[in-house]
Structure formats: C-alpha cells, structure tokens
C-alpha cells in the first residue's frame, strides 16, 4: 500500500451494508497519504488474492468459524456483537495475516464504533 | 532405611527439599500454562511456548512419582526394591526434554520455511483496545521468573543427591526461561514489523 498509495479492497458481492467497513479502511489509508481502490472480485478468489498480498482488505460477511479463518485475520463483527451462533455470517473486514499495523488499526476502529 | 529400599539418611533432607521444589514447580508452572494459554492468539512463538510449559511439567511429576517408589521398602515381589524406579522417570523425563527441543525446532524451521506470518491483533480490554502483543510479553516475562529461580535452587541439590531426573527436570527450567525470553524477542520483532 505504502510503496503504490493505493489501498486495494474487495468488497464481496451481496455485501450491501459495508460502508461502515469501507470508512474504516478509507480513514485508515488516509492516515497513511494512500487512497482506497476497490476491487471487484468473488469470494474464494477475493481471499485468494488477500493471502497473495493482491488486495490490502476484504470485505463481507464470514461466519466466526469460517474456514478461511486461519489463513486470513478475520475482524470481530463491524457495527454490532458477535452472533451466538459462530456459523452465522456478519460483516467483517478480512485482513492478510502478519499486516498488524492494519489488523491493530482496524481492530480499534470496531471497537470504537461498538461502544 | 534398608539396602535395597528407601533413601539414604545422608541425602533424605536434600531429597525433601527437591521434593518441595518440584511441587512449587508444579503449582507456577500450572500457573505460567494457565496464563500464557489466555494470551497467545494465533502467534507461533507462544503456541510453541505454551506447550513447552506443558512439556516441562513431565519431569517435576516423574521425579515425584520415583521418589514415592524409591521410597518404599522391598517385598516378596520386588526383592531388590524400587530403586531403579529412578531410571524409569530419567527415562521418561530425558525423552520429555528432547521432544521440548524436537519441537522447537520443528516449529521454527517449518515456520521459516512456509514464511509464516504471525497475526497479532488488538484485544479489548475494559473499553480500550490495546495490542496483544503486550499481554504476550507480559504474560512471557511472568513466564521466564519461576523457572529461572527453581531451576537455579534445583541444580545444587541434584548434584548433591546424584538424582538424573532433578537435573534434567533443571534442564528443563532452563530450557523454559530461555524460550520464554527468545518468545519476547520474536513478539517485539513482530511488533516491529
């Protein structure tokens, strides 16, 4: 991100409450002189991207236990609790693991936005 | 005490006292376990950490459990005693100690290998998200106290008492701080980027 001053983000199809997420990421590339590009893409190719580094951030909805969730840092749920029922899917930001800065960032963000 | 069974007067104090320090081993070890448990997230260093606490707990309960035998006299079955008791937990003990370092380095190379990239995120806490990492180095630091202070009281003692498995559960302890100590080393680098 910082080397293109792009940020680029998947928003997944069927995801139309992602602005609260969008705003997030749009202030965090902000902080770091970079502007958000979305990128079309479907799931399984969107967090393939992620895990190559391709795209900075996904946005949809992920159940707690979804599968991908060793392989990307899925975030706690944005703008509301975490479901009782751990298959249920919400909206989370899934970020590339090991970008702590952003996954840091991103985690602070939520929580404000839940209190 | 008789030829074949129980321990000899000359050492009975030292082996109470090594006794005494394997159940304190026991009780911050279980302790260390508890709250590392609590804070490792998804970081490699702590999982490997983590278990190498469990691992070191081996070696405290084997010598427990010989010095228990060791102590009991001979009988119609057992003619020479329960003496070799003790090379049994060496055994177990020694094994434990080489699975520690197995793992360890195991875990390393494979990481190193795949080029891992450890995730550690926020937790929040009392209404402020503050990083993880810092529980981690807390929860390490409290980690590498324990063993370093039994294992510096056990070495003498094991030494005196000529008992392979107080010096290897030593070992262990030392084997324990340092991973505690390499695990802060590794959270700060990723704190570092």
């Known amino acids: 991100m910082t080397r293109t001053g792009e940020m680029r983000i998947a928003v997944l199809p069927a995801t139309p409450d992602a602005a609260p997420a969008l705003a997030m990421l749009r202030t965090y590339a902000r902080s770091h002189d970079a502007r958000l590009m979305r990128i079309s893409g479907h799931g399984e190719h969107a967090l393939r991207w992620l895990e190559e580094g391709k795209v900075d951030a996904v946005v949809g909805h992920f159940a707690k236990a979804s599968p991908w969730q060793a392989e990307v840092a899925l975030s706690k749920p944005v703008g509301r609790h975490e479901p009782d029922d751990s298959k249920q899917p919400v909206l989370r930001i899934a970020r590339r693991n090991g970008e702590n800065a952003l996954i840091l960032a991103t985690d602070r963000a939520i929580a404000e936005l839940g209190q | ?193």
């Open chain 2, 1 to 193: 005490m008789s030829l074949h069974g129980g321990i000899p007067a000359a050492i009975a104090d030292d082996v109470r006292h090594g006794e005494r320090l394997e159940w304190w081993t026991l009780a911050w070890m279980i302790s260390v376990v508890a709250v590392m448990a609590l804070v490792m997230g998804s970081s490699q260093a702590m999982k490997a950490a983590v278990i190498e606490d469990v691992l070191s707990l081996v070696p405290a309960i084997v010598f427990l459990l010989s010095i228990h035998w060791e102590r009991k006299q001979p009988n119609r079955r057992f003619p020479f005693g329960y003496r070799r008791a003790n090379s049994l937990a060496f055994l177990v003990a020694a094994t434990a100690l080489l699975s520690v370092g197995g793992f360890l380095a195991y875990e390393s190379v494979t990481a190193l290998v795949r080029q891992e990239h450890p995730t550690v995120g926020g937790i929040t806490l009392f209404g402020h998200t503050i990083w993880l990492g810092w529980l981690m180095i807390a929860a390490l630091a409290y980690s590498v106290v324990p063993p370093l202070i039994l294992g510096h009281i056990k070495h003498p003692i094991a030494t005196r008492i000529r008992d392979k498995v107080l010096h290897t559960d030593a070992l262990m302890q030392k084997a324990d701080w340092q991973t505690g100590l390499a695990g802060i080393a590794g959270i700060i680098g990723i704190g570092l980027g």
